[in-house]
């Protein structure tokens, strides 16, 4: 399995590369992670919100794998549990399904990348920046797939 994270922004800062690695060489070779990291439009006085999203959007969609279970993150999205995170994570790894997170950055994600997603998550109600996103999101699968494994990472 292939767990894939799509990125809006490709300069993050130090804390937020380190806690990526610290959870990436944790994940073992069959439920592998990678992130991907996709330069945002630079804005400036005379862009248009509206078209430097729909740009990154193109640049998102042409980032993602071609076979991929693909999951929106968006506030507006599905609230789970970490144990619902593990009974999903434990039915892709059965199935073969890599599953494909889409980020979007400051002005959220373009509403293309909303439209091809299998489904849409939220992280929480509150709204986060999108750098502890990538962490918060790392964290969790690897807590999903610790409860999965029966690894004592996980304590309920």
């Not at 990436?24 to 430097?52: D, G, H």
């Not at 042409?62 to 999903?88: K, V, Y």
């Not at 502890?132 to 699968?141: D, F, M």
Request: hydrophobic share 40%; charged share 25%.
């Amino acid at each position: 399995m292939r767990l894939t994270v799509v990125a809006l922004g490709e300069r993050m800062p130090d804390w937020v590369s380190q806690g990526i690695a610290e959870y990436s060489k944790r994940f073992p070779r069959e439920c592998a992670l990678e992130i991907v990291s996709v330069p945002a439009v630079k804005r400036n006085k005379r862009n248009e919100t509206t078209k430097a999203i729909k740009e990154e959007g193109k640049r998102m969609l042409a980032a993602l794998p071609q076979r991929g279970w693909n999951i929106a993150l968006d506030e507006r999205g599905r609230h789970m549990s970490t144990e619902q995170w593990a009974a999903l994570l434990s039915e892709w790894m059965l199935h073969g399904v890599n599953p494909v997170f889409l980020i979007g950055g400051a002005d959220g994600l373009a509403p293309e990348c909303k439209q091809i997603a299998d489904q849409t998550w939220s992280l929480s109600t509150l709204t986060l920046p999108h750098p502890l996103v990538r962490v918060l999101l790392v964290e969790q699968l690897y807590r999903a797939w610790t409860i999965v494994n029966k690894h004592p990472y996980h304590r309920s």
